[in-house]
């Protein structure tokens, strides 16, 4: 069963950081583009950072720019958002997922992701 799980969730002060991660298992992603994603109470789900298949790239939402960082290890299988400066705007829940068209990563349509993760809880504290 191919899978993906995140994990690094937690309750921090606005201007704290986290480190989420993004474990798979059942098949090897190092040919997929990463991306995180999150969805706060009410609203869509949202395209926060993405990352291609061997690092080169990495592509950003304009509301997280400077902030957030993305990376993996194709070796170990993870992939990982640190989250700096954490703002009262940021609580959600963030998703991992996994395309092999990186183009969809970033740009969508949310529906195509080949792989979700069930996402881990962020919650910004003032």
């Known amino acids: 069963q191919v899978q993906l799980v995140e994990s690094g969730g937690g309750l921090v002060q606005t201007g704290g950081s986290l480190r989420l991660s993004c474990v798979a298992s059942?098949?090897?992603?190092?040919?997929?583009?990463m991306g995180w994603f999150r969805q706060a109470p009410g609203k869509e789900r949202e395209f926060v950072a993405g990352i291609s298949w061997g690092g080169a790239r990495t592509v950003y939402a304009d509301s997280v720019k400077g902030r957030f960082t993305i990376s993996r290890d194709n070796a170990k299988n993870p992939v990982y958002v640190q989250l700096n400066n954490l703002k009262p705007e940021d609580p959600a829940d963030y998703f991992c997922?996994?395309?092999?068209?990186?183009?969809?990563?970033?740009?969508?349509?949310?529906?195509?992701?080949?792989?979700w993760g069930k996402g881990t809880l962020v919650t910004v504290s003032s």
């Open positions: 059942g098949r090897t992603f190092r040919n997929y583009g």
């Open positions: 997922a996994a395309d092999k068209n990186f183009s969809t990563v970033v740009d969508g349509p949310n529906y195509r992701m080949a792989y």
